[in-house]
């Protein structure tokens, strides 16, 4: 029966472990909270969060499509109706309320471009803008103040963020500064980034220089050397010289595998030997499992031109180059090693300090990239003495998400 007093005690039993179900949730819930921290502590952690968020959108600096993911983070953080972020000559992004107000934006922040100072506009002066320039909107959209800041980079004015809201209080006046001035680091980093990028490319320009004037002449006399002589070969030395030549002065990208680079240097070696004959001795030992990491272009064909040049042109008979790429754990390493001239040290520090010019050019190039694309920490490591012969060794990445090949 129903009303039974076993289907009552059943009742209340499967009540009572709902009850206590939900407690222990709750309680758990409850626990998980508190592990946060305290109200100060979640309020930082979410203001860092919103603000690593929205960083990550500006790294390519002030542009559409940067701009309006980050202005939503930005909109959540200082709580305004509306955000807005402009560069210097239009509006990059709006997001929140009032969007017949942005047609109005540039003419509001004109004083605070040409100035450079944070302007606070309020509710009555943006509604009759709006109204004398014919926005078509209801009196509760436009009756909002705007907050305008200044983003500067160094001392350029480069947009402005702006904020809406019904008043604005002092505390929104300082928080869209702040906000402004956040936004103005993350595009100064973007713009050196961006200067890296070009002094990474002017660098390889040098290298591409300096392989011309003398790999060039020397090759094209070795190949008209075997014009009369062995045909056949002269023809294959021109179809490795002009891979080689086409590999160098390629125009795309900044990076390579450490296996075109490989087959860069195969060639160079090869063209080499033609003009030094028995005199250039090569053996290489390459680990299979680093032939895909990606390095920056011509990193490894200056070390061994260097090995060439300086160290076994100079030497009296036979000269040794070892070419060897481990893998090293989450590193790839390679060694150039050559059994040639060697160099003073002091001489050395010089050169890779930027304090002595001419030779080794490709030595302090190859340094600085590596230093600037991976830390002080990934330059070259360089071991020689007078007579001793030059040992360099380079230790770069295996995974490199931010780095095309």
Known sequence: MPDSPLFIAAAIAVIAAAIAVVVAVGLKVLRSFRELGTDAERATYKTLHTASRAGQHLRTGLNPAGAAKASRQLRSLLGCDALAITDSTGVLAWDGAGEELKPLLMQLAAGVLDGGHTAVIPAGEVQELAQGNGAVATRADVERAAVIAPIRA???????????????????????????????????????????????????????????????????????????????????????????????????????????????????????????????????????????????????????????????????????????????????EVTIEDDGVGMDPEQLRAVLAGHSDGEHVGLRNVDARLRQVYGDEHGLVIETAPGEGTLITMRVPKSQPRHDA
């Open 154 to 332: 160094g001392a350029r004015v480069v947009g402005v963020v702006a904020a809406f809201a019904p008043a604005a209080g002092a505390g929104l006046v300082r928080a869209t500064s702040e906000v402004a001035d956040w936004v103005a680091t993350q595009v100064e980093l973007a713009e050196l980034d961006a200067s890296r990028t070009l002094l990474m490319e002017a660098e390889v320009r040098a290298l591409r220089a300096q392989i011309s004037p003398h790999f060039i002449y020397n090759s094209l006399n070795a190949i008209a050397s075997f014009i009369n002589t062995d045909p056949v070969r002269a023809r294959e030395l021109v179809v490795e010289f002009a891979d080689f030549t086409r590999y160098s002065f390629r125009r795309h990208g900044d990076f390579t595998t450490l296996a075109e680079e490989l087959r860069c240097i195969d060639r160079y070696l090869l063209l080499e030997r033609a003009r030094f004959g028995d005199r250039v001795q090569v053996s290489l030992r390459i680990a299979p499992e680093v032939l895909s990491t990606v390095i920056p272009f011509l990193s490894l064909q200056p070390l061994v031109e260097n090995a060439v040049r300086h160290g076994l042109e100079a030497k009296e008979g036979p000269g040794h180059i070892s070419i060897t790429a481990n893998d090293s754990g989450a590193f790839a």
